[in-house]
């Protein structure tokens, strides 16, 4: 059983059935035969127009389904807003590339003509979170579908409403029965659906354990695997940086989604020369930011956190990080009130003993460590298995630049919060993950990309 639960009311939405392994089976079946169908003989071209009538239709239905995002999952509707129009975005990004992308690239060799053909795979499972319920997932499907495969989306079971209103936009697009199909189950049926002979690669956006247990099974079968994981990115604060701007971005950097992404700013790094005048910018906007109410009120700017397991989840990585010794600047508490809202908070005094420095905190905590110089705040950037995103901030581009290279993340951002473009790669590097979203990387994932010599 999934069941929707409205977290600013702990209200309970709906209830859906899951599916049993006979149903299950008979769905990731059918879409192995459609892949013929859609692959060969539905042109590319046809598949464009498709993406760009997919576009319109969540334009058209943007209020209503940011509305659906808001009730399940939490977050402010004007976030969710955003979220749709960034999905309509995608769509008109890979509307107006992928046939460029996916083009046969010629290459120059002693044969008559040789080239690399991009083809797609086949049925590709995307396992996908909460956070941003049709982001996520759309950022899964609207490259592998447009490359020619078939979408099969797991999401994540507390967002099921969202889960079926995806599937909907893509029929309402004109997209044929079976392209895309959401799968009503379980986490506890993923493995049956990755070892299924029609199914030929998996993408995940989650945790670590998750992403460890899908790369098992993928590996076993050999199939290819896309991971974006947790983070736990460095934002990094030079003593020639524009304090106030950095000030700013750290706000929203850090709180926007209630502090539940994988990308946002977790750990500000602030070099020593300016640290006190940052961190007192920083707590007074903090503390001044947030007025908790309805996420659906335009003038509610602290909405609630997802569940209350992730709530209590979080709020014992503070506790515990200052049972040993970390300094608790603001918040570090539930609100009393009906609902999972908890104040936005700030530790510091952070050592390497407590879970604030090597653990991922998925909600509204911000953590910052002092840096005596440049060199030492990449070594702090650094010195985790996460690997996402990051920032820094500097007047001098020369010096960031180079710190940029250094840091060990898949995305790097001067002057700037970490936020994932259609037009830029996505992905990360160490526990954070492996592989690349977006971009024409992210539309060639799932493709065969093949060598073809003719002489």
């Not at 990755?194 to 030929?200: G, L, M, Q, T």
């Not at 790094?269 to 903090?286: C, E, M, N, P, W």
């Not at 109410?293 to 003038?299: E, F, S």
Request: aromatic fraction near 10%; include cysteine.
């Amino acid at each position: 059983m999934m069941q929707s639960i409205n977290p600013a009311t702990n209200e309970s939405l709906a209830e859906f059935e899951t599916w049993d392994q006979a149903t299950l089976d008979e769905v990731v079946t059918q879409a192995g035969y459609g892949f013929a169908d859609w692959s060969k003989r539905t042109p590319l071209a046809d598949r464009v127009a498709l993406l760009k009538r997919l576009g319109d239709v969540l334009l058209d239905d943007k209020a209503m389904l940011a509305e659906l995002i808001t009730l399940e999952m939490g977050k402010r509707y004007v976030e969710a807003v955003a979220e749709i129009e960034k999905c309509a975005w995608l769509c008109d990004y890979y509307a107006d590339n992928a046939e460029r992308f996916l083009a046969d690239e010629i290459i120059e060799t002693d044969a008559s003509k040789s080239f690399v053909a991009y083809l797609p795979l086949g049925v590709v499972l995307g396992v996908m979170p909460w956070n941003y319920p049709f982001w996520q997932a759309m950022r899964f499907a609207v490259p592998t579908v447009t490359a020619g495969n078939i979408g099969l989306l797991k999401h994540a079971s507390n967002v099921p409403q969202c889960a079926l209103a995806i599937e909907e936009v893509f029929r309402k697009a004109g997209y044929p029965d079976g392209v895309f199909t959401t799968l009503m189950i379980g986490s506890d049926k993923v493995e049956s659906v990755i070892r299924h002979p029609a199914v030929k690669a998996v993408s995940l956006t989650g945790s670590e354990p998750a992403g460890r247990k899908v790369a098992s099974v993928a590996g076993e079968e050999l199939k290819k695997s896309v991971l974006e994981l947790g983070g736990s990115d460095a934002y990094i604060v030079l003593d020639n940086a524009n304090i106030q701007a950095a000030v700013d971005s750290a706000v929203s950097g850090r709180f926007q989604n209630m502090g539940q992404s994988c990308i946002a700013a977790k750990r500000f790094i602030v070099d020593s020369g300016v640290y006190d005048d940052f961190l007192a910018r920083f707590k007074a906007a903090v503390e001044s930011s947030f007025a908790a109410g309805d996420p659906m009120a335009a003038d509610t700017t602290l909405a609630p956190m997802a569940r209350q397991d992730l709530l209590d989840e979080l709020h014992q990585q503070v506790t515990k990080s200052v049972e040993l010794g970390a300094t608790l600047v603001t918040g570090g508490y539930q609100l009393q009130r009906e609902g999972c809202y908890y104040a936005p908070t700030i530790l510091t005094d952070v050592t390497s003993a407590m879970p604030a420095f090597h653990e991922e905190f998925f909600g509204p905590v911000a953590i910052v460590l002092k840096a005596s110089e440049p060199a030492h705040a990449l070594g702090l950037a650094n010195a985790t298995n996460f690997g996402l995103g990051g920032s820094i901030w500097s007047d001098d581009s020369a010096t960031a630049e180079t710190m940029a290279r250094g840091m060990e993340s898949g995305a790097t951002f001067i002057n700037s919060m970490t936020f994932s473009d259609p037009r830029m790669p996505f992905g990360g590097v160490k526990h954070s993950g492996y592989g690349r979203e977006l971009s024409a990387q992210g539309i060639r994932e799932f493709t065969n990309i093949k060598s073809i010599w003719i002489k």
